[in-house]
């Protein structure tokens, strides 16, 4: 099982701003996905990246996988009070096909402040 | 619209008593997932299933035990709980059908042992 550290830990900014959380491994990936759970409630998978350099987005969100494939970022533009929450990325893992767990990071809160 | 289920959000028990913790999954889900989650860990995998009656440890098993009778539910046993369980316990399901499985997570319990 690999370590997945994710940075910053804590952030705290104003509406509108911008901003980009990180996930770093010191293993490759063979994919990863990205968590958003807010206050309350379980987490929701938001995207699953799978090869290296690829970029996805959704909505104001853009989620990048390093080339390499041992990192990836997320980045939020014009951040709105509805983006507050704790963002966890996970790396799937396991040797049956269909049965992957996840090791999640110990993720970023993010408090949108309006 | 798919459903994970968890029998309480709060629950609060005295050291020495046995605990259950019990989830429904409503979307024929083969893989079932016991987490719990602290400040600063993170999601940490306690037990998983991927079968009806059959279950796996995870990274944290000492202390628990599961239970799968039937395809749709999962429940978490807490033989003899002590203060060092206090935490919020998430369930999750995945299809198992699939790469890049999503897993689906119910809203949690946070349990306090006294």
């Known amino acids: 099982t690999q370590l997945l550290e994710q940075s910053p830990q804590f952030l705290s900014i104003q509406e509108g701003e911008n901003l980009t959380v990180y996930c770093n491994s010191s293993?490759?990936?063979?994919?990863l996905q990205w968590y958003r759970q807010e206050p309350g409630e379980g987490p929701v998978l938001l995207v699953t990246v799978v090869t290296g350099g690829e970029v996805k987005k959704l909505k104001r969100l853009t989620f990048q996988f390093g080339d390499a494939r041992k990192d990836s970022s997320l980045h939020i533009t014009a951040a709105q009070p509805g983006d507050t929450g704790l963002y966890l990325c996970a790396d799937p893992w396991g040797s049956n096909f269909g049965n992957e767990k996840l090791t999640f990071g110990t993720g970023t809160r993010l408090t949108i402040i309006p | 619209d798919v459903k994970v289920t968890q029998s309480s959000r709060y629950l609060v028990k005295r050291t020495g008593e046995k605990v259950f913790l019990e989830c429904v999954q409503d979307m024929d889900h083969e893989n079932m997932f016991w987490y719990r989650q602290d400040p600063g860990l993170g999601l940490r995998l306690i037990y998983f299933?991927?079968?009806?009656?059959?279950?796996e440890k995870g990274d944290i098993p000492e202390g628990y035990s599961v239970s799968r009778e039937k395809k749709e539910r999962f429940s978490l046993i807490l033989e003899s709980a002590s203060t060092n369980q206090t935490s919020m316990y998430l369930c999750?399901?995945?299809?198992?059908?699939?790469?890049?499985?999503?897993?689906?997570f119910g809203p949690g319990t946070r349990l306090t042992v006294l």
């Open positions: 293993s490759v990936f063979s994919s």
């Open positions: 999750a399901s995945s299809p198992g059908t699939s790469d890049y499985n999503e897993q689906f």
């Open positions: 299933s991927y079968d009806v009656k059959m279950k």
